[in-house]
């Protein structure tokens, strides 16, 4: 199913975009959301105020959140940068994530390095530039980028005190059959070792959401408007839930309320056992079941460090 639409209702789901998922996450949506956004001109009256008004509605720590697929196009030896996109062209997106202890009371967890992935503009990823993403789209290689054809996209960052790490990448585009979605890994007990992350335990394995009408919106603009097809949406993902934030569905503040082209920003409060070990199925160890792709999903050669074939073969 596509969505070629724009319903102006507020849905349950779009609700939840807004909110960041207050009913899942208690009052740490808030908290994160404080944290995580500390530059964005909140007052502290303001933040005040929204962090009395949600911690009033639930009293309970954010549950762990389930890991999902790794999928297909994870690659090792991402670069520990703040800034991924190494000249890619897109809808400018700013991460802030929080990554708490949920075994902990929700405490932050400083020092864990969150990795991330996700594909460019038309559905490319990094490292698998032959692979086809769906319905017509122009080659990786005219979008008259200097990127690294293994490296753009792909990063680490290393929480601070608070549990937050902070990314400039650009809003994802899609590929047949998966919504707009990143990748996602949190890992503890590593370090920064030669421009890179190293050693320690993945923890958790999971993929951050984007709210439909916003997606869709942003598709219309260049350059994703070069990239035509049929996009799925949140409903028919074989990965998304419908669990809002604790299915990691992020909440996203535009830059300029008119104009989507200057940029969204995005938080999401992660709780993960920092105690557990992430050793799901997949290459690296992925967790969960993300279901087979159907015939016309991306197909292509990955390099030769990329995953096994057999761990190819699971959803991105």
């Known amino acids: 199913m596509t969505g070629n639409h724009k319903d102006k209702s507020i849905?349950?789901?779009?609700?939840?975009?807004?909110?960041?998922?207050?009913?899942?996450?208690?009052?740490?949506?808030?908290?994160?959301?404080?944290?995580?956004?500390?530059?964005?001109?909140t007052t502290t009256t303001e933040a005040a105020a929204t962090a009395g008004a949600t911690a009033s509605e639930s009293s309970s720590c954010m549950t762990l959140m389930s890991s999902v697929t790794e999928g297909p196009y994870y690659?090792?030896?991402?670069?520990?940068?703040?800034?991924?996109?190494?000249?890619?062209?897109?809808?400018?997106?700013?991460?802030?994530l929080t990554v708490v202890d949920a075994t902990d009371g929700c405490t932050p967890v400083p020092g864990a390095a969150v990795e991330i992935w996700h594909c460019d503009a038309w559905g490319y990823y990094s490292g698998y530039t032959t692979a086809n993403p769906g319905g017509s789209a122009p080659a990786e290689s005219e979008d008259g980028s200097t990127a690294d054809d293994k490296t753009y996209l792909r990063g680490y960052q290393i929480a601070n005190a608070n549990g937050v790490v902070k990314f400039e990448t650009i809003f994802p585009g899609w590929y047949t059959p998966r919504t707009c979605h990143i990748h996602l890994k949190v890992h503890t007990g590593g370090q920064k070792e030669d421009g890179t992350y190293e050693g320690g335990k993945v923890n958790y394995t999971g993929q951050l959401f984007f709210d439909d009408e916003i997606a869709q919106e942003i598709f219309t603009l260049e350059p994703y408007s070069k990239h035509s097809g049929s996009y799925t949406t949140l409903d028919?993902?074989?990965?998304?839930?419908?669990?809002?934030?604790?299915?990691?569905?992020?909440?996203?503040?535009?830059?300029?309320?008119?104009?989507?082209?200057?940029?969204?920003?995005?938080?999401?409060?992660?709780?993960v056992d920092p105690d557990a070990e992430n050793t799901g199925a997949g290459s690296g160890g992925g967790g969960g079941e993300g279901g087979t792709p159907p015939s016309g999903a991306p197909t292509g050669t990955p390099p030769s460090d990329a995953p096994s074939a057999s761990a190819s073969s699971s959803s991105s």
Not at 11 to 30: C, N
Not at 76 to 81: I, N, Q, S
């Open 236 to 271: 028919n993902d074989m990965v998304y839930d419908g669990g809002g934030a604790s299915s990691g569905l992020l909440t996203l503040k535009a830059v300029h309320k008119k104009d989507p082209s200057k940029g969204y920003k995005g938080f999401l409060t992660i709780g």
């Open 11 to 41: 849905t349950r789901r779009r609700a939840l975009a807004v909110t960041g998922g207050t009913i899942a996450a208690g009052g740490l949506a808030a908290a994160g959301y404080q944290a995580a956004f500390a530059d964005t001109g």
């Open 75 to 96: 690659l090792d030896g991402a670069l520990v940068r703040k800034d991924i996109t190494e000249g890619k062209s897109g809808v400018p997106l700013t991460l802030r």
